[in-house]
């Protein structure tokens, strides 16, 4: 079932979109302090089928901190250690095809600033 | 402290779920009236998951904790200047307020960040009695087996992490995934009505955080909202606040909008900072933190049902989130208060039925928290409707008011001819005109 088909469809006028700056972002993860839990993903694909036929693909882009991409052989790739708990995968996927559950008690991002 | 009933079980007065502003709140008001109370908290400390602007209002705190400026909090700096920056391509105009009442303790409102005040917050809770148990997830609810199916205890990841209460508090945050289980909301977050908010904390020295924003001292702070440019166009708003030797600089924007536009949040984010009138702000400053968070801004059309037998919800897990006026830390504390006042009067009755806990929602009624999230309740629907509001508007406040301040040397008939021209190419003056009155309807409620 698809949540939104205008999802990925929509284009920023060309200034606009050139004005974006590009951004290495592993220099904004070294900023955050992370328990990873090696053992259990707290964030995985329910069915890469389903990834291999969306279209636009949103998750490569509105993820924060860019936990989704592509891997070589076409599948979506979850960096899970890198997770903000932020909940954007599961609500804007447009096939609702991410499985997403809190990390275990004391893992996963852990705010020093806030 | 023994929470053993004669059958073994780890039984509590009250459960609360989330060691953050709402759940430390209710915790801090139960254990004060002698309720035993378990805070149940899934990171490693209080605050652990937390990231807002932000600024907190000193109302709600002194509500819950009378006196507390004595108990010394960890705040950035009082908010004495307040306003909106209007951010065109290249330029800026500022609408502020400062002095007067801004600069009168107490303070409305002091910038804050959350991994130092949510701990705080937390011992504040602790010290009233409050038992806090950090690094546990709750997965799952106990319900009674008499038929009703009522709500006496939760299941956390702790091997037998079993923890029964009568009545529990969902203070669990915007990934409102308890709530949902219990199925006081039919469905999970819509992206439409809900922002990624996504900022970088920046290190600046006092002096340089001073001499940069105009501040006279390190008792003074800034929290300005950031609208235009800064979300290219897009329906979202930017924010600026003072700590004390740092800033935070981020902004909201629609999660739709960024899937339907395929937009990456830390680029936008670049290109605010790198915006001309941004970046001698922050410039030499060294990235300290980055961080997001979702914030649910559908205010009162995504409320779920707050109460159930033996269950009460607060806070961003229940929408409670006035997007316009950045308002959400007050209403969860104080909305953390009246589901602890509801316990309270519950445990003197002895009854955690739906019906004795349906008072929270007429405590709710009866503050502002209901009243405000009402009468704004079509105003998130206004802005999608009508995004001009971040567009045209910004542009054209700074292309009137930069005439306005140049000779040109021209007529000034001329120059008002044109400073409307640049409103009216853009807009319509009649289609403006109805967008102020929308405007109005949106915020008054109508």
Sequence with gaps: ?114 | MNNYDNSGKITFDAIVIGAGLAGSAAAMIMAREGLNVALIERGNKPGAKNYFGGAIYTHAIEEVLPGFMDLKPPFERPVTEAGFWFLSKDGMMRASVQGGKLEKEPYDAYVTLRAAFDPWWAEQAQAAGAFLIPKTTVIDFIRDDDGHGQVIGVVTDRPQGEIYAPVVIICEGVNNLLTQKLELIGRDLEPAHTALAFKQVISLSPQLVNSRFGLPDNSHGLAVSVVGDVSLGLPGMGFVYTNKGSVSVGLGVMLDVLAEYRLKPYEILERYLKHPAIAPLVEGGQLLEYGAHLIPEGGWRDMPDVYTGGVMVAGDAASMVNALHWEGTNMAMIAGKLAAETAIEAHSRGDFSAKTLSRYEDRLRERFILQDLRQYRNFSKFLEQHPEFMEVYPAFLNDALGGFFSAYGKPKRQLFQEILGALTDRRGIFKAAGDIVSMGRAVMGW
């Design chain 1, 1 to 114: 079932m698809k949540r939104n088909d205008a999802f990925g469809t929509r284009e920023l006028p060309e200034e606009l979109q050139e004005s974006l700056q590009d951004v290495y972002v592993d220099d904004l993860l070294v900023t955050l302090k992370y328990f990873v839990d090696e053992n259990q993903p707290h964030l995985w694909i329910e069915d890469q089928d389903i990834c291999a036929r969306c279209q636009h693909k949103p998750c490569l882009y509105f993820c924060p901190v860019n936990v989704y991409s592509l891997a070589y052989d076409g599948t979506i790739q979850v960096s899970y250690q890198a997770c903000v708990e932020c909940g954007s995968c599961r609500v804007a996927c447009p096939y609702t095809n991410i499985g997403w559950v809190l990390p275990r008690g004391g893992y996963g991002v852990a705010y020093k600033f806030g």
